[in-house]
């Protein structure tokens, strides 16, 4: 089995585009030193993932995936759905998870298991479009690594909407809504941008969103 896990997390990796493999490791960046991360090639990366979620590193791959849109290689590998895999456990690889828990943020870092708030408040337009308005010139920076859009689909905004930087913004954030359809929470785009280089504003209106 272990052997298994092994190839098979190689094969996704090595599947992934060289920007997808970039924004994964990113994404670890939550459970995994990036002083580790950043020099780690494909081979490397899965020998980290493999020692530290022993039995699990197809799970994290699989949520991280999701993130990235690969529902294609999440169904060609056979890797396991998220909503197949019991909450409780599908982070928990080892009896002591002290270390795993360290940063309880959403689904934009895997492995971590958020303590999701009673009501959940999901994000409206004019939410997106307040965002929007305080976003600044690296959007696609953030639509990359801390949503994990398409650099083809920012694209494709930005000559849709020309010369217009607030609906670049804009239209980047509706697209992660509907990506995460019932996800789109405020507390997961907090988290998805709490480690971007952002004006701290953004984080305290998120956060005032919250106690709405």
Known sequence: ??????????????????????SLKFLLEGQIPAGLLHP???????????????GNSLHVTARILRQLGRLDLIQSFQLPQEEQIPEE??????????????????GCHPGAIPAPPANPRRLTEKDLMQIAQRLGKEWQEVGILHLGLERSR????????????????????????????QEA???RL???????????????????????
């Open 185 to 187: 929470t405020v507390s």
């Open 154 to 181: 920012l694209e494709q905004i930005q000559e849709e909407n020309p010369g217009n930087p607030v609906l670049w913004n804009f239209e980047m954030l509706r697209e992660w809504r509907r990506r995460e359809r």
């Open 89 to 106: 456990t599908l982070w928990e690889p080892s009896g002591d998870t002290s270390k795993d828990r360290g940063d309880p943020t959403s």
């Open 1 to 22: 089995m272990a052997r298994d896990e092994r190839v098979t997390l190689l094969e996704v990796h090595l599947a992934l585009t060289d920007e997808q493999f970039h």
């Open 40 to 54: 780690a090639s494909r081979p490397e990366l899965c020998r980290i993932l493999l020692q530290r979620f022993p």
């Open 190 to 212: 907090r988290s998805c941008l709490e480690h971007a280089r952002l004006d701290p504003g953004i984080l305290d209106f998120l956060q005032s969103l919250q106690g709405d």
